[in-house]
């Protein structure tokens, strides 16, 4: 069953990256050893660089879990929750949408960082 969400006055469409903050991104996921998609990556960095006051949604574990690595999870959200700012209070959600698989890998991103920053 398909069910339609208007969220068009809650997105933010990325125009311009910066590229440092793109290769910042890119060697953090290197260094976490966590393969993102291009277009988390560049959502990523904007997220790095911007003091505009958003939030991250992604379902995506490896994305989640590079925004924990790089101390950016205050900027992110699951779609859980970004759901329920929407009301949409349906149950037909995957596992991979819930709030308590966002924080789980919200902590693995934790213990990457505690893992991999201390031996650089």
Do not use: W
Not at 56 to 77: G, N
Request: glycine residues 2%; neutral net charge.
């Amino acid at each position: 069953m398909r069910i339609d969400i208007n969220i068009r006055d809650k997105v933010t469409i990325i125009n311009n990256v910066d590229l440092s903050d793109l290769a910042r991104v890119y060697k953090e996921a290197k260094e976490a050893r966590l393969k993102i998609d291009p277009g988390e990556s560049e959502s990523i960095a904007y997220l790095y660089q911007t003091e505009e006051e958003i939030m991250f949604c992604t379902c995506d574990k490896a994305a989640i879990r590079l925004i924990s690595y790089m101390e950016l999870e205050k900027k992110s959200i699951s779609l859980e929750e970004a759901l329920r700012d929407t009301n949409y209070n349906e149950k037909n959600l995957y596992p991979r949408h819930y709030e308590k698989v966002y924080k789980k890998n919200i902590q693995e991103g934790k213990t990457l960082r505690i893992y991999f920053k201390r031996l650089t």
